[in-house]
């Protein structure tokens, strides 16, 4: 749980750190900058941040990883976190990848805001930010670095003069690249890229929360999509045997479906929705966003669903979800379109 006042279970795919050294700045490249590590406090609660500072040789302040090289063009996504010194803003960006389409991004760690389209901050606490963006390698150049500048605004990297780049400094920690379209949780490295496996969630005593014969399956998202890579597509499952199950599923670009015993029922498009499933032996209904979407008089969905999965270990959705419950009971029309409205 990442909040007590509002518990939440984080699951996440299989990705990999290609930053071999995310926290260790002495192996970085410099020009115009000096790095000085251990100058403060991280949001890892360890004192293990490093200072990049103007050193007043260059009109720039420039400081990046050493060559990075990814396996295939595609969606990278770029991060680290930074937290505002003497100075207030950064850029973050690739150097080098030729050929490489939205590539950097400024922030402003004054005022936790980006004026570029595409990237993200996200507040850290205690003046910390991590700030994204989500770049585009190109096949002809697979090799780069992840570089970062100390700006004197969010719109040029470059200061009147070299003296007045001098003494310019933020705090930086945690540099993460990794193939995707969005940031996922940091993955420390020491020395060489690392993974981390996929997370999912399976529950197998679902009969302990739904009836033998009817029940109501309710999620409200807040965002859905799925990084299907590798499987063609993501699917959130209550199963009571194989074959015959509730399925949210993915099939195709931002297309979004709930199935019933592998046959859609209703196609949708992602966004902030809640959605109620309800059964029992007069047949199903589903309701999204306080409407009726589906209706069956089917007996064959009254069943005692035993399994839950959300994340399907080979099928793996990002949901941003905002609750989730399960009732006992078939609920009325007129409670699931209650339940259902935004």
């Known amino acids: 749980y990442t909040d007590s006042s509002c518990p939440a279970l984080l699951l996440e795919p299989l990705r990999t750190n290609l930053v071999t050294q995310s926290e260790y700045i002495g192996n970085y490249i410099n020009f115009g900058s000096t790095d000085t590590p251990n100058s403060a406090t991280s949001p890892q609660g360890v004192n293990n941040a490093t200072l990049i500072d103007g050193n007043g040789t260059q009109s720039q302040i420039y400081t990046a990883t050493p060559d990075i090289t990814v396996s295939s063009a595609g969606l990278y996504t770029l991060s680290i976190f930074a937290k505002k010194g003497t100075n207030n803003y950064l850029r973050l960006f690739l150097d080098g990848f030729t050929g490489s389409s939205n590539n950097g991004a400024y922030f402003d760690l004054d005022n936790g805001t980006t004026p570029t389209t595409g990237a993200s901050i996200d507040d850290y606490g205690n003046g910390w930010y991590r700030c994204y963006i989500t770049a585009t390698i190109d096949a002809g150049d697979l090799t780069g670095k992840l570089a970062f500048n100390v700006t004197p605004s969010t719109s ?40 981390r496996v996929a997370d999912y969630s399976v529950r197998s005593d679902m009969q302990d929360y739904v009836s033998a014969d009817e029940g109501t399956w309710f999620m409200h998202f807040k965002d859905l999509f799925f990084d299907i890579s590798g499987t063609g597509q993501g699917s959130i499952n209550l199963v009571y045997t194989s074959g015959n199950q509730i399925e949210f599923l993915q099939r195709g670009n931002l297309q979004y479906k709930i199935a019933i015993n592998n046959s859609t029922a209703v196609d949708y498009l992602d966004g902030e929705d809640k959605v109620a499933v309800a059964w029992s032996t007069s047949g199903l209904v589903i309701y999204i966003n306080g409407v009726s979407r589906y209706t069956s008089t089917s007996s064959v969905y009254a069943n005692p669903y035993s399994v839950f999965e959300l994340t399907r270990v080979d099928r793996r959705p990002r949901v941003d979800m905002k609750q989730i419950l399960f009732f006992k009971t078939r609920l009325t029309n007129e409670e699931l379109a209650a339940l259902t409205t935004i």
């Open 156 to 195: 040029s990297v470059f200061y009147g003069n070299a003296g007045a780049a001098n003494g310019k400094n933020i705090y930086i920690y945690g540099a993460q690249v990794e193939a995707g379209t969005y940031a996922t949780s940091y993955i420390p490295t020491y020395g060489s890229s690392v993974s």
